[in-house]
């Protein structure tokens, strides 16, 4: 074996036993690891009305709670989107970084009585979404509204009023 010969051997050699110890360095993958490398989206829940409890026709207000998947990925609010029996109703609420809250029916004559499919979804800063469904149930209101002539000034002024805070929420998302 000449001088060269030795050296490309020696080479070949150092080569893959430093490819060897390496690899025995590097841990093989496990369950654990697999799990803190799963991207976790957001998640959303409907607290309000509570599962089971309906909501009365003259008041139908529905809360919905999210939290961040990931401490690095913030909830995206502008991104919060309701649908009530596959009707927008996105512009009756107002939303915060951790709850969004509102009526699922601009006048409560709207919504008859009985079972409504909502829709929620919201996404986080990076576009990871999270969506839940729920049937929110309806029901006659306990006490029923009287028919004066005052009762009828206030509701028409409450009308007035609730549409103006529309707008205004609607010029405040934009």
Not at 15 to 31: D, E, L, R
Not at 41 to 62: M, T
Request: aromatic share 4%; hydrophobic share 45%; with cysteine.
């Amino acid at each position: 074996m000449n001088r060269h010969d030795y050296r490309r051997s020696l080479a070949i050699v150092l080569i893959f036993g430093s490819a060897k110890a390496t690899w025995a360095q590097v841990p093989a993958a496990s369950a654990a690891d697999s799990a803190l490398l799963a991207y976790r989206p957001p998640r959303i829940a409907l607290v309000q009305p509570a599962h089971g409890q309906s909501l009365q026709q003259d008041r139908p207000v529905v809360v919905i709670r999210f939290a961040a998947g990931e401490a690095g990925d913030p909830i995206d609010v502008r991104s919060f989107a309701i649908s009530v029996d596959a009707k927008d109703k996105t512009d009756l609420f107002g939303v915060s970084a951790t709850e969004a809250w509102g009526a699922i029916a601009s006048v409560p004559s709207e919504l008859p009585v009985g079972n409504h499919e909502v829709a929620v979804r919201i996404c986080s800063a990076r576009g990871a979404c999270s969506s839940t469904t729920s049937t929110v149930t309806i029901s006659k209101p306990l006490v029923a509204p009287a028919d004066t002539a005052s009762t009828k000034g206030i509701s028409k002024k409450r009308r007035m009023v609730d549409a103006l805070l529309s707008a205004l929420r609607t010029l405040i998302k934009e």
